[in-house]
């Protein structure tokens, strides 16, 4: 009769034996294809919980697949610790935020190597560290003295109970993904990288991806978001400010019968000071 299976005892076993053994940690050896396997690291706001055990999961069967067909798999982990996450929870605990985020990382750490995912465990990243964020400032430093990092004024999604800033894919429903709280849109000025300056050379990269799904590409090609076409104004009568306008088919032009503006545009507000309340 076969041995019960005891997960206290096994699992503690042969995680403690694979850690001693070092089979997790990538060296380099140029006689063997290489593989990275990257997924994002966890905000140390708390413990683990479903959503990330599903998400390191994948990620874990993933390097080990490749293992298992002779690769030289580089599999790191490490902490998104120097963020807005983070920053709350210290604020709702009320402690000093470095304590409580590296013992939320010690946490977390824990529930991890019980789970036995195969990190290697010596290329370990954490934001918050300043070894780290060092270079977060040299590249911002660098982009700044190239003319490639600017400020400007543009709308922004924000929430008013995380008091933050949200992409757009944050405040889907017009809802913050994480308090569900009303997001507003509001004016700001922000710190923008001129990634147009590199649209053509990214939109030539991704055709290099062979094996990146066809619908992601996409994604990519959207995000990038290069469009040609013209630039015009439209003048109004009576003296009124005009508008600039783009379009991918300027042949259409002729053809126009009306122009619609968003009603949070500056003009907006001018043309209805005057106009009666509907």
Known sequence: MDEEYQPGKIE??????W??????EAEV???KPKFYCLEMYPY??????MGHVRNYSIGDAVARYHRA???N????????????????????????????????MAKITAQIKR??????????????DPDYYRWNQWFFLKFFEKGLAYRALAPVNWCDDCNTVLANEQARGGRCWRCSSLVSVKEMVQWFLKITDFADELLDGLKSLDHWPDKVR??????????????FSFKLAGGAPGFDVFTTRPDTLYGASFAAISPDHPLAETLAKDAPRL
């Open 44 to 49: 140390p706001s708390g413990a683990m919980h």
């Open 19 to 24: 850690a001693k053994a070092g089979v997790f």
């Open 218 to 231: 996409l994604m990519q090609e959207n995000w990038i978001g290069k469009s040609q076409g013209l630039e």
């Open 73 to 104: 798999v580089i599999y790191p982990i490490g902490f998104d610790s120097f963020g807005m996450p983070a920053e709350n929870a210290a604020i709702a605990e009320g402690g000093h935020p470095r304590e409580i985020t590296e013992r939320n």
């Open 69 to 71: 067909r002779g690769f």
């Open 12 to 17: 503690p076993k042969w995680q403690d034996a």
């Open 29 to 31: 050896d140029s006689s």
């Open 115 to 128: 789970i036995g995912f195969s990190y290697d465990w010596r290329r370990l990243l954490m934001s918050h």
